[in-house]
């Protein structure tokens, strides 16, 4: 299992970041993707995902700034984050998504490993 999130840094608000995420090829065949956010002290919280088709979602908080996106032959997830606030201040993780981690919670296959995120701070 391999997650190597990166692309995090200090911007104002307005700016701009695009996140990247290296996942291995055993994270990727599981199916949806998705990329979370926390902050110390809350839940980890899904904010965008992606299906193996393509369809995306977003949370409300992020929807209409933010673009996730993977490229199949690269494995890798982007989450391009435009008009950025200081409430999306945090730590960013990309995982497979959450309906997919509670099917492997329910039948003890889900490895609990979100490698180290990276860290996104937006100034006011």
């Known amino acids: 299992v391999q997650l190597q999130a990166s692309g995090g840094g200090l911007v104002h608000a307005g700016g701009s970041l695009n996140l990247s995420c290296q996942a291995s090829i055993s994270i990727w065949n599981i199916g949806a993707l998705a990329w979370y956010r926390q902050v110390p002290g809350k839940e980890r919280e899904q904010i965008a995902s992606?299906?193996?088709?393509?369809?995306?979602e977003y949370a409300d908080s992020v929807k209409g700034r933010f673009t996730i996106s993977k490229d199949n032959a690269k494995l890798t997830v982007d989450l391009q984050m435009n008009s950025l606030k200081p409430d999306d201040t945090a730590v960013y993780y990309c995982n497979v998504d959450e309906d997919r981690i509670a099917i492997m919670k329910r039948t003890g296959h889900w490895w609990d490993y979100w490698g180290q995120g990276t860290q996104v701070t937006v100034s006011s």
């Open positions: 992606i299906t193996t088709a393509g369809r995306t």
